[in-house]
């Protein structure tokens, strides 16, 4: 890879405590009124407590009634969390068919408006609503956040420093959004541009140790600006709560493949990074303007344009990064048991991401209703009909 440093890293870290490298997966979907294809809320027909009677704390409301957001175990390997992430969405989708509803995953319903959209009954988001306003009425988006286990904060803040570097490659991969209330936008990942109008979004700064991030974070309760960790919204963050790194970046895929392409590929990054480390090596850094126009132009064209080799300081083809990213992490894929799943982003490559072939559907029919449909079909698309096991199991 074309940005590989023989620099020492430059935080000190607890090397006795390896990561893990586990894997927990979120998603969430919109619910779908079949009649309309325009979203639908879920609150009237109980989907939200329907779900939670079999996936428990699994299962998620988020703060507009037509959305859903699940949640994975800690999962050993990529393996594993393909078969919870299965199981989960096959779940959801048998309940949604049982009450007349469609289930979708892409990261902003072609026409729907947001201002149509009802409010889930909560207080944390009245008071939310209360202090952004508009902005959190608008915010109609759906996503995928990816964890890997680091349990040690320093590694963490390592790892998100250099990472940071291949967030625009991941984003371009998962790009899913290229519509919004009817408009094609001419962005492949429209939903980004949404999340950043909230604060402390968009990629973070480089940090020199966990106590410069924990004083960053002090300093913000302190001062009013938040009154928790969990309200930094970075593309990348250490998790608040759990011992894990988490990327935010991505558009949520409509297939489960794709989604499992994608955090297979993270694990591999924060792998080979570590790796590194353990060779008193490191990745070079840069700085978050210029990572910033490679993250445009992911959101702008996604894998059909080209992001800034900064090494090489030349333009080249998104999707040759890519194949040279997986290149870079090749040596350390068997070892985490990802080779078959990782194979899949090469069929993104071909196929094109969720953002192009729903833009292909579109031109095709000119057909919003088709576009929502084709989201439908491929977000359900090898999901198990009879969940009657994946119950018993769960009871």
Same mark, same amino acid.
């Given at each position: 890879?074309?940005?590989?440093?023989?620099?020492?890293?430059?935080?000190?870290?607890?090397?006795?405590?390896?990561? %893990?490298?586990?894997?927990?997966?979120?998603?969430?979907?919109?619910?779908?009124?079949?009649?309309?294809?325009?979203?639908?809320?879920?609150?009237?027909?109980?989907?939200?407590?329907? %779900?939670?009677?079999?996936?428990?704390?699994?299962?998620?409301?988020?703060?507009?009634?037509?959305?859903?957001?699940?949640?994975?175990?800690?999962?050993?390997?990529? /393996?594993?969390?393909?078969?919870?992430?299965? +199981?989960?969405?096959?779940?959801?989708?048998?309940?949604?068919?049982? !009450?007349?509803?469609?289930?979708?995953?892409?990261?902003?319903?072609?026409?729907?408006?947001?201002?149509?959209?009802?409010?889930?009954?909560?207080?944390?988001?009245?008071?939310?609503?209360?202090?952004?306003?508009?902005?959190?009425?608008?915010?109609?988006?759906?996503? #995928?956040?990816?964890?890997?286990?680091?349990?040690?904060?320093?590694?963490?803040?390592?790892?998100?420093?250099?990472?940071?570097?291949?967030?625009?490659?991941?984003?371009?991969?998962?790009? !899913?959004?290229?519509?919004?209330?009817?408009?094609?936008?001419?962005?492949?990942?429209?939903?980004?541009?949404?999340?950043?109008?909230?604060?402390?979004?968009?990629?973070? &700064?480089?940090? %020199?140790?966990?106590?410069?991030?924990?004083?960053?974070?002090?300093?913000?309760?302190?001062?009013?600006?938040?009154?928790?960790?969990?309200?930094?919204?970075?593309?990348?963050?250490?998790?608040?709560?759990?011992?894990?790194?988490?990327?935010?970046?991505?558009?949520?895929?409509?297939?489960?493949?794709?989604?499992?392409?994608?955090?297979?590929?993270?694990?591999?990054?924060? +792998?080979?990074?570590?790796?590194?480390?353990?060779? !008193?090596? %490191?990745?070079?850094?840069?700085?978050?303007?210029?990572?910033?126009?490679?993250?445009?132009?992911?959101?702008?064209?996604?894998?059909?344009?080209?992001?800034?080799?900064?090494?090489?300081?030349?333009?080249?083809?998104?999707?040759?990064?890519?194949?040279?990213?997986?290149?870079?992490?090749?040596?350390?894929?068997?070892?985490?048991?990802?080779?078959?799943?990782?194979?899949?982003?090469?069929?993104?490559?071909?196929?094109?991401?969720?953002?192009?072939?729903?833009?292909?559907?579109?031109?095709?029919?000119?057909?919003? &209703?088709?576009? /929502?449909?084709?989201?439908? +079909?491929?977000?359900? #698309?090898?999901?198990?009909?009879?969940?009657?096991?994946?119950?018993?199991?769960?009871?």
């Amino acid at each position: 890879m074309e940005a590989q440093s023989q620099g020492k890293p430059n935080i000190s870290i607890d090397t006795d405590i390896p990561p %893990s490298f586990t894997l927990g997966i979120e998603e969430e979907y919109m619910v779908i009124d079949p009649l309309t294809f325009d979203l639908k809320s879920h609150v009237d027909v109980g989907l939200l407590e329907k %779900s939670q009677l079999l996936l428990h704390e699994h299962v998620k409301p988020e703060m507009h009634g037509s959305m859903l957001e699940i949640g994975t175990n800690v999962c050993k390997n990529i /393996v594993e969390a393909k078969t919870e992430l299965t +199981k989960m969405r096959s779940i959801i989708w048998a309940l949604c068919r049982q !009450n007349g509803l469609l289930l979708g995953a892409a990261s902003t319903h072609p026409f729907a408006q947001w201002e149509d959209q009802e409010i889930y009954p909560d207080e944390r988001y009245r008071i939310l609503i209360r202090d952004m306003q508009m902005l959190a009425r608008s915010l109609v988006i759906f996503g #995928m956040h990816i964890h890997i286990g680091i349990e040690d904060r320093g590694l963490q803040i390592q790892i998100m420093n250099e990472m940071r570097y291949f967030l625009p490659h991941i984003l371009a991969i998962s790009t !899913n959004s290229p519509f919004w209330t009817g408009h094609v936008t001419g962005l492949k990942s429209y939903r980004s541009k949404v999340f950043e109008n909230f604060p402390r979004t968009n990629l973070p &700064d480089e940090f %020199s140790s966990y106590a410069e991030y924990q004083a960053y974070v002090d300093m913000l309760m302190k001062t009013g600006c938040i009154d928790n960790a969990k309200k930094i919204w970075w593309d990348i963050r250490p998790h608040p709560v759990f011992p894990t790194l988490e990327i935010r970046i991505c558009d949520i895929p409509m297939r489960i493949e794709e989604t499992i392409a994608i955090a297979a590929l993270c694990q591999a990054i924060v +792998k080979k990074l570590y790796t590194l480390y353990t060779k !008193n090596l %490191s990745f070079r850094r840069y700085s978050r303007a210029l990572i910033l126009e490679n993250k445009w132009r992911a959101v702008r064209y996604g894998l059909d344009g080209k992001l800034i080799d900064f090494g090489k300081q030349k333009e080249v083809p998104t999707r040759d990064l890519i194949r040279e990213l997986l290149e870079f992490v090749d040596d350390v894929v068997d070892e985490l048991g990802s080779r078959k799943e990782l194979e899949f982003i090469h069929e993104i490559l071909e196929m094109g991401s969720g953002a192009d072939r729903q833009i292909k559907v579109y031109e095709d029919t000119k057909s919003f &209703d088709e576009v /929502v449909a084709y989201i439908h +079909k491929q977000s359900t #698309m090898g999901l198990h009909d009879d969940v009657g096991p994946y119950i018993k199991e769960m009871r």
